[in-house]
């Protein structure tokens, strides 16, 4: 089994930055490669990026391309989600995701597991 707690989610003004991080832990998880997803109200869960096993980042075609950063830390066994310029369409519960098979393609049936996920809220 894999848990996957997610942090870092509030509320930002226009213009601001935001740091998501999402920790790992279990006995299979490093059978595992993490990323995120993101969920705007109304809308369908999309991929925004994640880490391959060879430690590349993957990045979906969301709009937030271009304006995010993606890192891990192995040892911890953590992921963190950089976002800047954030603006109101970026206003999304954001869910950490473990997957087997990686991040190409992003689909939701290739997670295992689902963090309980995070709220980010961009106020005009």
């Known amino acids: 089994q894999v848990q996957l707690v997610e942090s870092g989610g509030g509320l930002v003004q226009a213009g601001g930055s935001l740091r998501l991080s999402c920790a790992a832990s279990?006995?299979?998880?490093?059978?595992?490669?993490m990323g995120w997803f993101r969920q705007p109200p109304g809308k369908e869960r999309e991929f925004v990026a994640g880490?391959?096993?060879?430690?590349?980042?993957?990045f979906g075609p969301s709009s937030l391309a271009g304006r995010l950063r993606i890192s891990r830390d192995a040892a911890r066994n953590t992921i963190l989600l950089e976002m800047w310029k954030l603006e109101p369409e970026d206003t999304a519960v954001y869910y950490c995701a473990a997957s087997r098979t990686g991040w190409i393609p992003a689909t939701q049936t290739s997670v295992a597991y689902w963090g309980l996920g995070t709220q980010v809220t961009v106020s005009s």
């Open positions: 279990g006995r299979t998880v490093s059978e595992y490669v």
């Open positions: 880490i391959e096993r060879s430690g590349m980042g993957t």
